[in-house]
């Protein structure tokens, strides 16, 4: 296919062709431009391609789609995190490859062979699981997001950010998630009675360790062993982690090696030193565990050029740690009306949806805002609303409204409006 | 951890335990026999772990889980199938490295930006889409199966092949599928009256094409540009393929490039020699698209050996290309009682669906099968039932019950029963 006849998205929109296509969109080319029919068999079709292959990975083409990587100690270079391009993606699911990580000290390596999950503490019998008894008990799969209790957190500084909607939202991520309902380990070791919270304990070099209330992990915990239909990735806790749908990503204990029953919190250091939050009156709030409703347009985002007025799908994705997502709106005109976006089914509990929105640009500046509500009520707060909540420099459990601002040349802007 | 207190899954189970757990299985071990503390730390907590990654891979532990390739030229290879390995997956999603593959001349390597889909015949207005273009049109996701027309065909054979589910069943796979939808292009073309096919042609060295019927193309058809998350991979059809939901896989024509209206079939060689089915009077069906309602138990499944008597967890896939499967029914007496299998939610439209269902094994011999029905009321035949449709060596569209005989001795086998 030649240079010459290349199509482009920069192709004027004709009245007609919108009117005819209904969406304002109609930025294919006619073809009456074409030359000889041999020059139109592309170079791929003239030489056999390559043989299915054991694992496949993405395109050549589509290098940019990694994780965004910020190391966060220069003593331990496996200290950091890593954020999903969510803009480059589309749908609910993440790829198991892009899925956000948080690491205290690194990733282990773990031979499932010789790993061991105890359940002790305040049980009749202590017991030891083998990865290989594990994967014998009854499973459960769900599709659920996952968010690190610092997403979005950069969005709480005075001056909004003007990185990439990956860089401030990409600490959320969503999978298949499938593994052994706790309650069957605990059933099988016996909780003796006052026993009220659990001590859940990773097998990597920070032994990160969060106290969890009993009766909420008894009936939601999972120790996953598959995400996205495989075996868990080393970096997601292979060969196994707690899992807590909705509850803040620390919680769910990667390479999972210990879960002790207590009578109170244990008070790692996972929350107290962090994972906490300062109010104005001094007192930090601690324990708080689910991730509230949130919303984030990543089409069009900070950073984004729109390249010409006319035709754009909205789209984003709106979760809550509460429950389902019960409706997304979004304002094109800075909050002055609101109208519903499509949220694209299946709309399951703690999970993402993908909401969707035409949107017919005239080419003036405008604010963009999506705002969720989920099905007990919970509805995103402004950004003031939000911050009043909080001493200054606090960042957790951020869900606030994003405003994005669009210029008069497409440029997108990040915005506290 | 010493290898003196490796658990061990052979450990027996204790009547006590059972009864606690309710669910029969106690495979953990009690911590009576664990030396000194210090012995218990594992070497994985020992050293800090490796920093996070642009793009994560499995575990070097996992590295059975690959697809099974099966090469079907020794002219050309790029021809030729590479299965999914279902029995070592759970839940519903297909990671893209592991979906299933069918070439009929290999994987093409296509630059995006000289990828142009055309769209002409019987429209007013033949248009070029480029992939930069089509990328700014309005999308919509959904979860959905893919099959080969030829899965399960080795059970058509007169002796049931004592493989793996794998090698029997792996041609079929579940993503959350992005894409355009078909009609917003053919409206922008506008069809002409007397359109009543679509021709769809593949941008590889086979050029694989297949006729479609325009009415149901309209409704359902899709452009997908991405496929669980990210953009499709290369051997999925990178940079855009036709997606058609529940339908056989090979008119999802992959390395879309060409979309022709016309007023019949073009009865392409994948629709003559290939991709029908000769019935018992010599008359082939033809453009038989719909894939039917199916299922299979993935675990116990055969070439596997159930260690003793007790718990298991039977488990498996449902589906079927009419819409959602409303029951899955299981026997474990070879057709004497059936029980409903548990269905895990979401249970969607051409979607896999995962049912569980808890058995105990008494330890003799007996025959496993489950009969999924969808909510069109279409059933699944007997393997007789099945065969009594078609001529001698036919295997398309093979979806009769599969039955697994478990031995005395817990070795399972694939039967015709």
Redesign the interface.
Known sequence: ?GEA?????T?RVSRR?ML????G???????AA?GKEEDLV?E???????????????????DK???L?T?LSTI???T???RTPLH????????????Y?R?H????????????L???GMVR??????M???L????????AFLECAGNSGANAAQEPPQTSVDLIHGLVSC????GVPLK??L????IVDGAEWLLIEG???S?LSRSIPLAEAYKYGMLA??Q?????????G??VRFFMPGWEGSLNVK?L?RIKLTRQPTFTKEETSKYTQLQPDGVARQFDFVMGVKSVILSPSVGMRLPEKG???I?GLAWSGHGRVRDVKITTDGGNSWSQAEL???V?PQCLV?F?F?WHWDGGPTVLQSLATDEGGHMQPTHSAWKAQYAPGQGYHYNAIQSWRVEADGVVKNVHA
């Open positions: 296919m006849r290349k199509t482009s998205n192709h062709a005819q296509a209904g969406i969109a109609a930025l294919a080319l006619p073809t074409r592309p791929a079709m003239r030489v056999p391609g390559v043989p299915a292959s054991p694992y496949g990975m993405p395109s050549r083409f589509e789609a990694v994780r990587l190391p331990s270079p496996g950091g995190s890593a480059l993606l589309d749908g609910i699911i993440t790829p198991s490859g892009l899925h990580e690491h000290n690194g990733v282990p390596d773990i031979d499932p062979a010789r790993h061991i105890l359940v002790h019998e202590p017991l030891e699981f083998s290989e008894a594990l014998r008990y009854p499973r459960t799969s769900r599709l999978s298949e998630w499938t069957l380990l059933d099988e070791a016996a097998g990597d070099a032994a062993l598959y996205n239909g495989e075996r868990l990735r080393p970096e997601q292979y060969p390479w090696r035709f754009y799908q789209s694209e089914e299946p399951l993908r969707r035409g």
